[in-house]
């Protein structure tokens, strides 16, 4: 609109605005956004903190295969945790790895949890940690059951073979020498793997070691008190006097090792407790053998050679094994300027029988009046060949009414057994008595003689050489001569002697007439043996 003159018209002024001073305690709306981040925030570090598990510290000898940031903490294959940072120790002698666990795995803090690295690893045992090829090493764990816990830990080289939730017990085995055997070689029982070797260590007088071993359930009822262990590691291959022998429990054992375990005659006794000790024998005749009792330690001096005898070879008496040979010795009698063998051998007597045992406990005599008294009636012991083809030699205790007497000093706290020789050596002296008696014949003198004899005998033999001709030139035609007359003579035999010849009808003839009179003869004898009067009265006529 305008007005008459064509201008706008005039507004009226604008009333002036009237300012109010807000609040100060009110705030803006543009605060809630920063108030919200910090609410949530906040939120998520109380959550994480609550969440959030225990954090540990692993000592290992080196961080091969870890990473910080990488490296997981697993067990049976689940996350539990994550390496944050790896540190070099004061001293340089090994690595600590912070690891942050979850708070699942809150119970892997007790004090008997073990941590372990898996590697590729190639052991006696196998072949494990292949799948860490790919995947990258991690630390693998092992719940403990402790209520005691703790935050700092010492890992472990080798992954252990007995977990905590294994199904199974533990036993202690005590043995000279480790032999074969190594963490992870299996244990049979009737020739099936029942359990392994956990754990071994030496012992601390040095004289021994300790085999920790672990039995799976449920064979592990098959322990019991009278439980024999022995080596079955590899071939157990024996050439002794007893001849050849070779036993195994499977291929296995022949790269592994092993340890196989039984009862006499299936008889456990008590089922054994775990962590009971066991002795762990070097093969199974020793571990199956019965209890031999107290024993006795008895030396036995040999004059001869001992090749082919060795420690551990058997004292027998007539085929009963008694003891076996300690050791061997070399000694110099002064006064008799010759060496002697001395070979200590440990005997059982309880190995003699039963009745000996009772009646060794029931008589007034000591054992070594005992001794006395069968070495009186000739108990010696001898050296026997026991396999032609090792040489290998035996001792045999054995009675010889013939032996000189000894007398047995049983004052000595070890007895001295005496000896006697065996039949070899008797048949080798008597061989050297018999060549020494060779040497002393005069055979130069008995050599010159029979040349002589010889060269006689020469002579006579050319003597009869020329007889033989002279025989031949002079008697032979004579003898020629004489075998014709002879030739003649059997032939004028034969032509007498002939079927045709007059000699043989005369001969034929003759026989007949004296067959006809011998009839005669037989009818006279029978005549006079009816009639004998007819010798005086002569033949009467007979009445017709």
């Known amino acids: 609109m305008s007005d008459e003159n064509g201008l706008p018209p005039t507004l009226p002024p604008l009333p002036e605005p009237k300012l109010s001073r807000k609040r100060d305690w009110l705030p803006s709306l543009i605060w809630l956004i920063p108030i919200v981040a910090a609410v949530v925030g906040l939120t998520l570090v109380v959550k994480i903190l609550v969440e959030r598990g225990p954090s540990i510290t692993i000592t290992f000898h080196t961080a091969e295969g870890l990473e910080a940031g990488k490296t997981k903490v697993k067990y049976k294959d689940v996350d539990i945790g994550l390496v944050q940072t790896i540190t070099l120790s004061k001293d340089r002698s090994h690595v600590l790895a912070n690891v942050q666990l979850s708070k699942e795995a809150e119970s892997f803090t007790s004090a008997d949890t073990r941590f372990w690295v898996v590697r590729p690893r190639v052991a006696a045992s196998g072949v494990s940690g292949l799948g860490t090829l790919l995947s990258g090493a991690y630390i693998g764990a092992d719940a403990g059951t402790s209520e005691e816990t703790k935050h700092a830990f010492t890992g472990l080289e080798v992954q252990p073979i007995v977990t905590h939730d294994a199904s199974g017990k533990q036993y202690m085995l005590h043995a000279a020498d480790i032999g074969s055997l190594d963490i992870g070689s299996p244990i049979y029982f009737r020739r099936i793997k029942v359990g392994q070797l956990a754990a071994y260590d030496l012992d601390a007088d040095g004289k021994g070691v300790t085999l920790r071993i672990f039995i799976d359930a449920p064979y592990d009822k098959f322990i019991g008190v009278n439980t024999r262990f022995w080596h079955a590691s590899g071939f157990d291959m024996q050439i002794n006097a007893s001849g050849f022998k070779l036993r195994t429990q499977s291929l296995a054992t022949v790269?592994?090792?092993?340890?196989?375990?039984?009862?006499?005659?299936?008889?456990?006794?008590?089922?054994?407790?775990?962590?009971?000790?066991?002795?762990?024998?070097?093969?199974?005749?020793?571990?199956?053998?019965?209890?031999?009792?107290?024993?006795?330690?008895?030396?036995?001096?040999?004059?001869?050679?001992?090749?082919?005898?060795?420690?551990?070879?058997?004292?027998?008496?007539?085929?009963?094994?008694?003891g076996e040979v300690k050791s061997i010795?070399?000694?110099?009698?002064?006064?008799?300027?010759?060496?002697?063998?001395?070979?200590?051998?440990?005997?059982?007597?309880?190995?003699?029988?039963?009745?000996?045992?009772?009646?060794?406990?029931?008589?007034?005599?000591?054992?070594?009046?005992?001794?006395?008294?069968?070495?009186?009636?000739?108990?010696?012991?001898?050296?026997?060949?026991?396999?032609?083809?090792?040489?290998?030699?035996?001792?045999?205790?054995?009675?010889?009414?013939?032996a000189p007497p000894v007398t047995l000093?049983?004052?000595?706290?070890?007895?001295?057994?005496?000896?006697?020789?065996?039949?070899?050596?008797?048949?080798?002296?008597?061989?050297?008595?018999?060549?020494?008696?060779?040497?002393?014949?005069?055979?130069?003198?008995?050599?010159?003689?029979?040349?002589?004899?010889?060269?006689?005998?020469?002579?006579?033999?050319?003597?009869?050489?020329?007889?033989?001709?002279?025989?031949?030139?002079?008697?032979?035609?004579?003898?020629?001569?004489a075998m014709k007359d002879v030739r003649t003579t059997l032939d004028n035999a034969n032509r007498t002697l002939s079927d045709n010849a007059p000699l043989q009808q005369d001969i034929r003839q003759t026989l007949q007439e004296l067959t006809r009179s011998a009839a005669s003869v037989r009818v006279l004898t029978d005549y006079l043996e009816r009639h004998p009067e007819a010798l005086i009265r002569g033949k009467q006529e007979e009445n017709k």
Not at 452 to 467: S, V, Y
Request: no cysteine.
């Open 255 to 322: 790269v592994l090792g092993g340890i196989a375990f039984q009862s006499p005659d299936d008889d456990l006794g008590m089922k054994a407790k775990e962590n009971t000790t066991f002795d762990l024998a070097t093969d199974q005749e020793t571990a199956m053998k019965q209890p031999d009792g107290p024993s006795e330690t008895v030396v036995l001096y040999f004059n001869q050679s001992l090749r082919g005898l060795t420690p551990g070879t058997t004292v027998d008496f007539r085929g009963v094994v008694l």
């Open 329 to 402: 010795g070399l000694e110099y009698d002064t006064k008799r300027r010759e060496f002697s063998m001395p070979v200590a051998v440990q005997i059982y007597p309880q190995r003699l029988g039963r009745k000996y045992a009772e009646d060794d406990t029931h008589t007034s005599y000591t054992p070594k009046q005992r001794l006395q008294y069968m070495v009186s009636r000739g108990l010696r012991a001898q050296l026997r060949t026991g396999n032609l083809l090792t040489g290998q030699l035996y001792i045999a205790l054995d009675f010889f009414p013939k």
């Open 409 to 481: 000093d049983t004052s000595t706290s070890v007895i001295e057994l005496p000896t006697i020789p065996n039949s070899l050596d008797e048949i080798q002296s008597q061989l050297a008595e018999i060549a020494k008696n060779l040497s002393k014949v005069p055979f130069d003198k008995i050599a010159a003689d029979l040349q002589t004899t010889l060269g006689t005998l020469n002579r006579t033999l050319l003597n009869a050489e020329q007889l033989t001709k002279s025989l031949n030139n002079d008697v032979a035609p004579e003898i020629k001569a």
